[in-house]
C-alpha cells in the first residue's frame, strides 16, 4: 500500500469517527414522539435533585413515555437556548426565566397554552404566575412557584438599636428609617458593615433584587405600555435618588461584599436583602429562632418587591404538546409543588398548593411573601421582548454605581441602551400584525 | 529560497501533487475561517439580531458609526492598547530574564524549566477562577496580604477586581502568569544555540556580562524575540476569558476588552450586527500591527 | 562559567555562586507557582475554609486534608463523560491537525508550483482572524445543515489551522535539500518521500504543533457552548460552568475540579517536555 492510501485511509477513519461522535452523540429534541425532552437551568443542588425526582416519578407513571430531562448551566443560560433556538433545536419542554418569556413568545418560539391549559387549572394558578406568562394576551408560560424577596433580619440586632420591626409590607420602614436602624447598627458593630445585598452575586439578581426600588420611588425601568421608553424613567429624578440611596450605603461602608456569601449566617450582619432560596440556609430545618422577615424599604411610594421565577413553557417544535401538557400538570399537583417549595421554600404556583404550605400558612414564617404578592406590593419585571437589553443596561449601570460612579451618568447611558434597541426593533411589533400585513407590519 | 531556473516538464506533475496535498488545509481553511469571515463582514453591514423575526436590512456603515462612539467600545480599545504596552516588554522581559536563570549548566535545570511552564498548560478560564480567589477583597486575601506584608503594613486591603484602578493591571497580572513560561521556552531554545565559542571569544577580549549580553545574546535571539513580541502583541488584544471570568469589564468599562465587547453584544444583547463590526475593526487593527511590527523587527534569513 | 585561576579559591567562590543562583531560582519558581499550590491545597480543604485562609499560610500548607471536594465533584457532573469528550474532541483536532497541515505546510515550503506564493499570504494573513469574529457566522453555516450536538462540529472548524501550517512551513524550510534529493534520485514520488524521509527527521516539529495546537484548543468555551447541549458530547470547560452558578460558591468543589481538569494534561506535559523543549529548539521559530 503506497504511503498515500495509508494516509487516506487514517484520515478517512478518523474523520467518519467524529462524524459519529464517537458512538455518542445528543440526543435529538423532540423527534421521536416516546423521548419528551425537556430542559431547565442547572440551579441549586437541591432543586436540580427534586426536579430529577419529579421527571423519574412523571416516568413511572407514564412508561411508555420517557421525559428526558437535560441541564444547562445558568450563567449563559439564555445565550444557549437562545442558539439552539436560531438553529431550530429547542426541546420540547422549556424551562425559562419569567422575564424571559415575552422575548421568545415574539420570536414565535413558544405554543400558547391557553388552549390545552384547562379553566379549573387556569383558576387555581396565582394570578402573578399567570401575568408573567402572558404575552400579548396568550398564555406561554407556567410556573410550579413564584419568588420572594425582602429583608432578613436579626431580632435581637434590631432590638439592641431600638428598631421597631414591620409585620407586613404597610407597615414597612421609610428608606430613612432604615439609614438610621443602618447608622446604628454600624455604631455597635466591629467592621461598620450590616447589610447584605447579595454584590457577590451576577446576572438577573441586579434586576430582580433592585428594580423594585425604584418602582417604590415613583421611577421604573421603563414606561410601560405600547409606547415603551426608558427615557425620562430610569434616569428620571426618582429613579436616580432611589439608587442614590443604594450607592451612599455602599460608600458609607455599610454593605458587606460577602464573597464566602455566609455574612447573615456567620452574623456579620444584622441584615439580608435577600428572598425566598436563602430560607433553607438562615432558617435551617424550618427553626428560625433570631431570624425574622421585614419588608423591603419605602422609598416613599411605598414598598415595593419583586416577583417572578422560572417557569415552563411548551417550543413550537414540541411534535406532542398533550403530552407536554401532561408532563406540567403533573408538575403541577398540589404535591408535587409542595415537593419543590418545601425544599426552596419558593411561593407555590396554585392557591391550594399555598393553603396546604406550612411555610406559607398565616403563621408561616414565609407569610409576608405571598401576602406580598397577593396584596399588591409585588410589581412584575417588565413584560416585553425588549427584556434583556432592559436587565443587560440596568445590571451594568448597577455595577457602575456600585463601583462609585455617578449614578444619574449611569442611568442616563443604560436609558440611552433601552431606547435604542426598543428604536432598532421598531418596537417590538406584534409579529402577528406583522404577518397578517404580509411582512410589512410597522416600520 | 534561491530563485529557480525555469522549471523542467517534471513540473507540471509536482504542481498537480502540491495542489493535492495542500487542498485539505485549503478547504478548511475557506470553509471555515475565510468564508466566516467574508460572513462576518457582511453581517456587519446589516441589522441582524440574533432570532428577531424582523426583516433583515441593510444599513450600511451604521454598525460602524456607532460602535466607534460607544464609549465602552472605545474604552476597550483604548484597554487593550494599554494591555499591549505594559504586558508586551513585561513579559517579553520577564521570559528573557528567566531563560537566562534557566540556561546554566547545573543539575535540576530541568525542574524549574518545568516549573516556569506550568501556568502554560491550564486554560486560562480555570486561571482566572483561581486569581479571583488571589485578588479576594478584605484583609484575608492573598494578594492584600502579600502586600501588607512586603509594605510592612502600610498597605491597605483593596478590591482589586471592582476598582477601577486596579482591574485591568489584575487582568495584566494573571495574563502575565499565565503566558509567560511559554516565551520563556521559546527564548531559551534560542539561547542554547548561541554558539559557545562566541562568548569565549568576547570574554577573550575582555568583553563583561552586560557587554556580552548587549552585543551576542541580544543580536543572537532577534528572530526568537521577534515571534514572542508579535504572538504577545496579538495576544493582547485578544483577550477575553479573564475578562469574562473575573470582572465583566467592570467597574464602569475599566477593564472591558475588544473581544469582550463584540461577544457581549452578539450574545448578550443579541447585536450580532455590531458584534461583527467590533472584530472586523479588531482584525484591521491587529493585521496593521502586525505587518508594522515585523517591519519594525525584520527577521533575519525572513524572505519578504 | 568557570575562568582560570586559583583552582581552590575559584571552586568556593563557584560554589557559592551556584547555591545563589539555586537561592534565587528556588524562591523564584515558589512564588512563580505559589497560585497552583493555592488551588492544590484549597482543593482539600472544605469549602468554607477556602476564602478566610487565602492570606494565611495555611492557604499553602494542607492541615486536615480531605477528598471531600473531589467526591463532591463527581456527584455533581460525570466528570470523566466530559474527560473522554475533551479527550476525543482534542485528539481528534490535533491527530487530523498534524496531517493536514503538515502536508500543506511541506507543499509550501518544498514545491515549486503557481499559487504557492498567494496561498502563503492567505495563510499569513487568517493567522491574524479572532476565532470569535467567525463564531457567529460559523453558528450560523452549522445550524443551517443541523449538524450542532455532535463531535464534528467541534473539530472540524479548526482542524487547518493557520499558525500549524506556518510553522511547518518554517521548519521544512530549515531542512537540508539533501535529505529529498536522495530519495527523489531513486524515483520516489512526492508523498512517499515526505513519509519515508520528512517525516522522521521532523518529529520535533510534529511535537511542538501538536503542543501548541493542543494548547490552543482545549479551553474552549464560547464555541462547544453555542454548539451542543448535553454532557454527552460537551467538553471539561463547560463542566465547570455548572460549579458557577449562584452562590453558594463552592469555592472548593471548583478547585479540586480545576485540579482534575489539568492533572492528565499536566503529567503528559512533564513526561513529553523534553520532546517539546527540542521540538521548539529546531522548529522554524527561534530561527
Not at chain 1, 249 to 263: C, E, H, K, T
Not at chain 1, 327 to 333: A, E, G, K, N, S
Not at chain 2, 282 to 290: D, G, K, P, Q
Request: with cysteine.
Amino acid at each position: 500500500m503506497s504511503p498515500l492510501t495509508v494516509l487516506f485511509w487514517i484520515a478517512g477513519g478518523l474523520f467518519l469517527f467524529s462524524t459519529t461522535g464517537g458512538c455518542r452523540r445528543a440526543s435529538r429534541s423532540g423527534a421521536q414522539a416516546e423521548v419528551l425532552s425537556v430542559w431547565a437551568h442547572a440551579g441549586r443542588a437541591d432543586e436540580r435533585r427534586i426536579l430529577q425526582r419529579q421527571v423519574s416519578r412523571f416516568n413511572e407513571e407514564h412508561p411508555e413515555f420517557q421525559a428526558q430531562l437535560t441541564f444547562l448551566p445558568e450563567g449563559s443560560y439564555n445565550g444557549q437556548v437562545q442558539a439552539a433556538a436560531v438553529a431550530g433545536e429547542l426541546p420540547a419542554v422549556l424551562e425559562l426565566d419569567g422575564p424571559y418569556v415575552a422575548n421568545y413568545a415574539w420570536q414565535g418560539k413558544l405554543r400558547a397554552l391557553d388552549p390545552i391549559l384547562g379553566e379549573k387549572l387556569h383558576d387555581d394558578l396565582l394570578p402573578s404566575l399567570i401575568e408573567q406568562g402572558t404575552y400579548r394576551d396568550s398564555l406561554y408560560a407556567i410556573g410550579t412557584f413564584d419568588s420572594g424577596l425582602g429583608l432578613y433580619a436579626h431580632r435581637k440586632a434590631l432590638e439592641a438599636v431600638g428598631a421597631r420591626i414591620p409585620r407586613s409590607a404597610a407597615e414597612a420602614w421609610s428608606v430613612r428609617e432604615f439609614e438610621e436602624i443602618l447608622a446604628s447598627l454600624a455604631s455597635h458593630d466591629a467592621d461598620g458593615m450590616v447589610l447584605d445585598l447579595g454584590l457577590n452575586n451576577i446576572g438577573e439578581w441586579y434586576s430582580y433584587g433592585f428594580s423594585p426600588v425604584l418602582q417604590s420611588a415613583g421611577g421604573d425601568l421603563v414606561a410601560r405600555g405600547d409606547s415603551m421608553r426608558a427615557e425620562g424613567i430610569l434616569d428620571g429624578p426618582e429613579s436616580i435618588a432611589a439608587l442614590q440611596h443604594i450607592q451612599d450605603w455602599i460608600v458609607q461602608g455599610y454593605v458587606d461584599p460577602n464573597l464566602d456569601d455566609a455574612a447573615f449566617t456567620a452574623g456579620r450582619v444584622g441584615l439580608s436583602w435577600s428572598g425566598h432560596w436563602k430560607f433553607s440556609s438562615y432558617c435551617p430545618k424550618g427553626d428560625c429562632g433570631d431570624v425574622v422577615l421585614v419588608p423591603l424599604p419605602d422609598f416613599g411610594r411605598g414598598s415595593r418587591t419583586g416577583q417572578g421565577s422560572w417557569c415552563w413553557s411548551i417550543t413550537r417544535e414540541c411534535k406532542n404538546p398533550e403530552l407536554a401538557m401532561a408532563f406540567l400538570r403533573f408538575l403541577l399537583r398540589t404535591p408535587e409543588i409542595l415537593a419543590m417549595t418545601n425544599s426552596n421554600h419558593a411561593v407555590p404556583g396554585t392557591k391550594s398548593a399555598v393553603a396546604a404550605s406550612a411555610d406559607y400558612g398565616m403563621n408561616g414564617p414565609l407569610h409576608l411573601f405571598a401576602s406580598q404578592l397577593s396584596g399588591g406590593y409585588a410589581v412584575p419585571r417588565p413584560r416585553t421582548p425588549a427584556y434583556p437589553i432592559i436587565s443587560s443596561a440596568f445590571q451594568k449601570a448597577l455595577l457602575d454605581i456600585r463601583a462609585g460612579g455617578s449614578v444619574k451618568k449611569a442611568l442616563h447611558r443604560a436609558a440611552r441602551v433601552i431606547d435604542r434597541d426598543l428604536a432598532d426593533n421598531h418596537g417590538y411589533p406584534d409579529p402577528q400584525a406583522a404577518r397578517r400585513d404580509g411582512g410589512e407590519g410597522k416600520r | 529560497m534561491k530563485r529557480q531556473p525555469s522549471l523542467p516538464s517534471g513540473n507540471r506533475v509536482e504542481a498537480r501533487v502540491a495542489w493535492l496535498l495542500v487542498t485539505p488545509a485549503l478547504l478548511g481553511l475557506f470553509l471555515f475561517v475565510a468564508l466566516p469571515f467574508v460572513l462576518a463582514v457582511l453581517i456587519s453591514l446589516t441589522n441582524l439580531r440574533l432570532g428577531a423575526p424582523l426583516p433583515l436590512e441593510f444599513v450600511g456603515l451604521r454598525q460602524y458609526l456607532r460602535i466607534l462612539s460607544d464609549p465602552a467600545f472605545l474604552r476597550a480599545l483604548l484597554n487593550n492598547s494599554l494591555f499591549a504596552l505594559m504586558v508586551v516588554p513585561v513579559q517579553t522581559a520577564l521570559a528573557l530574564a528567566l531563560a537566562l536563570l534557566v540556561n546554566r549548566k547545573l543539575r535540576g535545570m530541568v525542574v524549574f524549566r518545568t516549573l516556569f511552564f506550568m501556568p502554560v498548560v491550564f486554560p486560562l478560564s480555570l486561571v482566572s477562577v483561581v486569581w479571583i480567589l488571589i485578588f479576594a477583597p478584605g484583609a484575608h486575601g492573598t494578594m492584600n496580604a502579600v502586600l501588607q506584608w512586603l509594605s510592612f503594613g502600610s498597605w491597605h486591603a483593596r478590591d482589586f477586581l471592582r476598582d477601577p484602578h486596579f482591574a485591568l493591571p489584575a487582568i495584566m497580572l494573571t495574563s502575565i502568569w499565565q503566558g509567560t513560561g511559554f516565551q520563556m521556552v521559546i527564548l531559551l531554545a534560542g539561547l542554547q544555540s548561541i554558539p559557545q565559542q562566541l562568548y569565549d571569544a568576547a570574554q577573550i577580549d575582555g568583553a563583561n556580562a552586560w557587554r556580552r549580553f548587549w552585543n551576542i545574546t541580544l543580536p543572537q535571539l532577534r528572530n526568537p524575540l521577534t515571534f514572542v513580541v508579535i504572538v504577545t502583541s496579538i495576544l493582547s488584544f485578544r483577550v477575553f476569558d479573564q475578562v469574562r471570568v473575573m470582572t465583566q469589564g467592570g467597574p464602569a468599562n475599566a477593564s472591558t476588552t475588544v473581544i469582550f465587547e463584540a461577544v457581549r453584544s452578539a450574545f448578550d444583547r443579541a447585536e450580532v450586527a455590531q458584534g461583527s463590526a467590533m472584530t472586523v475593526v479588531f482584525f484591521i487593527l491587529v493585521l496593521t500591527l502586525t505587518l508594522l511590527l515585523r517591519r519594525v523587527f525584520k527577521q533575519e534569513g525572513e524572505v519578504s | 562559567m568557570v575562568g582560570q585561576g586559583g583552582r581552590h579559591q575559584r571552586s568556593v567562590r563557584g560554589v557559592l555562586r551556584r547555591l545563589t543562583l539555586w537561592l534565587a531560582l528556588s524562591i523564584a519558581a515558589l512564588v512563580w507557582i505559589a497560585p497552583l499550590l493555592f488551588m492544590l491545597v484549597g482543593s482539600l480543604k472544605p469549602d468554607a475554609r477556602v476564602l478566610p485562609e487565602a492570606g494565611s499560610r495555611w492557604a499553602f500548607i494542607p492541615r486536615a486534608a480531605s477528598l471531600d471536594n473531589y467526591r463532591d465533584v463527581f456527584a455533581r457532573v460525570p466528570f470523566f463523560v466530559y474527560l473522554s469528550n475533551s479527550a476525543w474532541i482534542n485528539g481528534l483536532i490535533v491527530g487530523l491537525g498534524l496531517i493536514v497541515n503538515s502536508l500543506a505546510g511541506y507543499a509550501l515550503a518544498r514545491l515549486r508550483w503557481r499559487g504557492r506564493r498567494v496561498v502563503l499570504t492567505l495563510v499569513l494573513a487568517l493567522l491574524v482572524v479572532p476565532f470569535e469574529a467567525i463564531a457567529v457566522p460559523l453558528f450560523y453555516q452549522f445550524s443551517s445543515i443541523g449538524m450542532r450536538d455532535s463531535f464534528t462540529v467541534q473539530v472540524l472548524p479548526f482542524v487547518a489551522f493557520p499558525l500549524s501550517i506556518y510553522l511547518f512551513y518554517s521548519f521544512f524550510l530549515g531542512l537540508p535539500r539533501e535529505l529529498e534529493q536522495s530519495a527523489r534520485v531513486d524515483g520516489a514520488g512526492v508523498l512517499r518521500t515526505f513519509w519515508s524521509i520528512i517525516v522522521p527527521n521532523s518529529k520535533p516539529a510534529f511535537a511542538s504543533v501538536a503542543i501548541i495546537s493542543f494548547l490552543s484548543f482545549w479551553g474552549l468555551y464560547l464555541w462547544p457552548l453555542l454548539m451542543t447541549t448535553g454532557p454527552q458530547v460537551r467538553p471539561l470547560p463547560l463542566a465547570i460552568a455548572t460549579f458557577q452558578t449562584l452562590p453558594p460558591l463552592q469555592w472548593g468543589d471548583i478547585l479540586a475540579f480545576g485540579v482534575m481538569m489539568v492533572l492528565p494534561v499536566l503529567i503528559m506535559f512533564i513526561a513529553f517536555q523534553s520532546w517539546f523543549v527540542r521540538g521548539v529548539a529546531s522548529s522554524g521559530i527561534k530561527g
